[in-house]
Structure formats: structure tokens, C-alpha cells
């Protein structure tokens, strides 16, 4: 009787350090699979950075430049209803790019709007500073605007990458359309 309770204790023992070890080694795993995740993400940021000939803003930075009054436009590429009127960043205008890289210019995947549609919107000062942003990291929206932005003539072209989603993780202000 007495070793049946002890096998029986021993048993428990093991099976709770097993159902221990394998939420443990799941957790590891999972770290790791972040970590993939995360290099591909900066990898594939760094990649539509170097082809769209433009820098990068982050979250702060931009807070920074408006608080301080720098001049600049600011471009929200989501979709207007889905989007932009419900959550933007304060001050930003709004224009529709598609998600996959933009190679050639469709209006139809610009909400009807061309190239020179854009280019009304940049203004006609090349050099003034200009942030475009979309939802998240690896939403390209922002890399279409960017780029369009760039082969369009402007210099001081920034994509913020963490767009709307990084601006209220830091617990900004948005603004919203009524």
C-alpha cells in the first residue's frame, strides 16, 4: 500500500513537471518564432527603404516634430471610411494606396486619384518635408505613398512604419472625422 501511494506521488510529480515543461519549451519556441518574425519584418523594412529612396520616422521623432511646429505634411495612406475618419494621426491628410508594392500607377487601386491628384496634395515645394504612414509595420502602404512621393520629385521624404497603430501604443492623440 504504502509504495502504491508513493508511485502514485511520483506519478503526480512527473506528470505536473511534464505539464510544466512543455508550456515552458512552447514558450521558447514561440520566442524564437517572434524573433524570425521580427528580423524578416526589419529586413523587409529595410529592403522598401532602400528601393523607395526615403527615410524613416518613429513614433517619437514625429511627436517631436510637431510639438516643436516643423513645418510638414503628413499623409494617412489607409482607406477613408475604414480608416482614416474613424482614427488618424492630428494633422494628417488622407490618400488611398494599395497594399501591394506599386510599381506602375492604377488609378483604380488609388480610389480614382492620379498621379498629379497626388502631387496636388505633396504641393509644389520639393523640399519641404513630408511623412507618410499606414497602419502598422508591415502594412506597405506607406512605402507606396513614400515612393510615389520620391519619383515624384520630393526630398525630405520620411515613412513613419509604425503608423497609426505604433501612434496610440504610445498613447497619442488621434483625430477622427465627424
Given at each position: 500500500m504504502r509504495i502504491g501511494k508513493t508511485l502514485l506521488k511520483m506519478s503526480l510529480v512527473v506528470c505536473v513537471l511534464a505539464g510544466m515543461a512543455a508550456p515552458a519549451g512552447a514558450f521558447l519556441d514561440n520566442k524564437f518564432e517572434q524573433e524570425v518574425e521580427k528580423e524578416a519584418a526589419a529586413v523587409k523594412l529595410l529592403r522598401?527603404?532602400?528601393?523607395?529612396?526615403?527615410?524613416?520616422?518613429?513614433?517619437?521623432?514625429?511627436?517631436?516634430?510637431?510639438?516643436?511646429?516643423?513645418?510638414?505634411?503628413?499623409?494617412?495612406?489607409?482607406?477613408?471610411?475604414?480608416?482614416?475618419?474613424?482614427?488618424?494621426?492630428?494633422?494628417?491628410?488622407?490618400?488611398?494606396?494599395?497594399?501591394?508594392?506599386?510599381?506602375?500607377?492604377?488609378?483604380?487601386?488609388?480610389?480614382?486619384?492620379?498621379?498629379?491628384?497626388?502631387?496636388?496634395?505633396?504641393?509644389?515645394?520639393?523640399?519641404?518635408?513630408?511623412?507618410?504612414?499606414?497602419?502598422?509595420?508591415?502594412?506597405?502602404?506607406?512605402?507606396?505613398?513614400?515612393?510615389?512621393a520620391v519619383k515624384q520629385g520630393y526630398e525630405n521624404v520620411y515613412r513613419y512604419p509604425g503608423g497609426i497603430f505604433a501612434w496610440k501604443g504610445a498613447d497619442y492623440p488621434v483625430a477622427t472625422v465627424e
Open positions: 522598401e527603404v532602400e528601393r523607395g529612396g526615403y527615410d524613416v520616422v518613429t513614433t517619437e521623432e514625429l511627436k517631436k516634430w510637431m510639438d516643436s511646429g516643423k513645418e510638414m505634411l503628413i499623409v494617412d495612406t489607409m482607406p477613408y471610411e475604414d480608416s482614416y475618419k474613424k482614427q488618424h494621426v492630428p494633422g494628417a491628410v488622407q490618400f488611398l494606396f494599395p497594399i501591394p508594392d506599386m510599381k506602375e500607377w492604377k488609378v483604380e487601386e488609388t480610389a480614382g486619384k492620379t498621379r498629379e491628384d497626388y502631387a496636388t496634395l505633396l504641393g509644389e515645394d520639393k523640399d519641404k518635408t513630408i511623412v507618410i504612414y499606414c497602419g502598422f509595420v508591415k502594412c506597405t502602404r506607406s512605402h507606396n505613398g513614400a515612393a510615389w
